[in-house]
């Protein structure tokens, strides 16, 4: 069984870093075709992709985020990071991690998604 | 900047059958850009419906079809029943590698 969990700060300042880390099992990010992805929802509102890495640690990220997000993977410990620069509340959103294989695209396992408030 | 359109909202009666769209705001989609249905109902997480244009998930259910009309990608839900109540995402892939989510359409059945 394939789960996914992602953990980091319930709360950050304006101006600051959020460091999110998505622990997965069931699945290797050393097997071809596996990617993982960053997907956000501020409360009320749509489904946004932030970023994505795959199998062989290529990375991609939304363009209209591109220069405040870094996504890394860490195989021994099976944990994808995701590093958001300059937090702003408009960043104010449940983060998930989803997988997707290369064969289908579709995010088909989702984690339950961490709420994460950017207020001072 | 690409905008992917959904309806706002749709209200059905159970049996009923109702499509939704998912368009760009300059374009057509296309099969090219991998077309896929989400559904969310309020608390829990995405689940995907279709992918691929019109390729059903693992255990959706068949009245879940996915195509493209005219310039737009639908989802159409044949007898819409209580439990599809839920909000519907479409996302398409705008290139190496980009997704983007619709605004997404809040389906009442009642």
């Known amino acids: 069984q394939v789960t996914l969990r992602e953990s980091g700060p319930a709360l950050v300042n304006p101006t600051q870093t959020l460091t999110l880390t998505c622990t997965f099992s069931?699945?290797?990010?050393?097997?071809?075709?596996?990617?993982v992805n960053w997907v956000r929802q501020p409360p009320g509102k749509a489904l946004e992709w932030l970023a994505f890495i795959d199998w062989d640690d290529n990375k991609s990220y939304s363009p209209s985020l591109r220069t405040r997000l870094t996504i890394s993977k860490d195989t021994s410990k099976n944990q994808v990071v995701l590093i958001m620069t300059d937090m702003d509340p408009v960043d104010t959103a449940t983060y998930f991690c989803a997988r997707n294989m290369m064969t289908t695209g579709a995010f088909d396992i989702w984690g339950q998604g961490t709420m994460v408030t950017v207020s001072s | 900047q690409t905008v992917v359109t959904q309806e706002p909202s749709f209200s059905v009666s159970p049996g009923e059958t109702v499509t939704l769209t998912c368009g760009l705001s300059?374009?057509?989609?296309?099969?090219?850009?991998?077309p896929t249905w989400y559904q969310q109902t309020p608390g829990q997480t995405p689940r995907a419906l279709i992918y691929n244009t019109n390729t059903r998930s693992s255990g959706v259910p068949d009245r879940f079809s996915g195509s493209i009309l005219g310039n737009k990608a639908a989802l159409t839900i044949t007898g819409a029943q209580a439990e599809d109540d839920s909000d519907y995402y479409c996302?398409?892939?705008?290139?190496?590698?980009?997704?983007?989510f619709g605004g997404g359409t809040k389906l009442t059945v009642l």
């Open positions: 069931g699945l290797s990010l050393t097997t071809g075709g596996v990617c």
């Open positions: 996302a398409l892939y705008m290139g190496y590698v980009n997704w983007v």
């Open positions: 300059s374009g057509s989609v296309s099969a090219d850009e991998y």
